[in-house]
């Protein structure tokens, strides 16, 4: 079970957190992951982390601006989104992988969260 939140509504160049819990999903080199849909654009990654290791992986596009982390006591993923930007503005959801760690590729995730919105205005 994935349980994303902390979405909303931000100005340009504001912040915002979001969370997923993710019970039951932590194991050894397993990782979750952000993902973002855009009207009418396919889902992208955003950001992963190997639940074990802490290794990270970001899109370009996020690089710098959003930072993902974990709180194994809590098995909570969070991503900080810092100086959002318009085209930031999506549907967020959390996915978790069983070996994959933080890998990119959304064929390797096999739980989805719901997804949470994030609208930055300009």
């Known amino acids: 079970q994935l349980q994303a939140s902390g979405g909303g509504l931000v100005q340009a160049g504001g912040s915002l957190r979001l969370s997923c819990a993710a019970s039951g999903r932590t194991s050894s080199n397993s990782g979750m992951g952000w993902f973002r849909q855009a009207p009418g654009k396919e889902r992208v990654f955003v950001a992963a982390?190997?639940?074990?290791?802490?290794?990270?992986n970001y899109a370009d596009s996020v690089k710098g601006r959003f930072t993902i982390s974990r709180d194994n006591a809590k098995n909570t993923v969070y991503l900080q989104m810092n100086s959002l930007k318009p085209e930031d503005t999506a549907v967020y959801y959390c996915a978790a992988n069983p070996r994959f760690g933080a890998s990119w590729r959304s064929n390797d995730y096999d739980a989805w969260g719901q997804g949470t919105q994030v609208t930055v205005s300009s």
């Open positions: 982390i190997n639940w074990s290791s802490g290794r990270t």
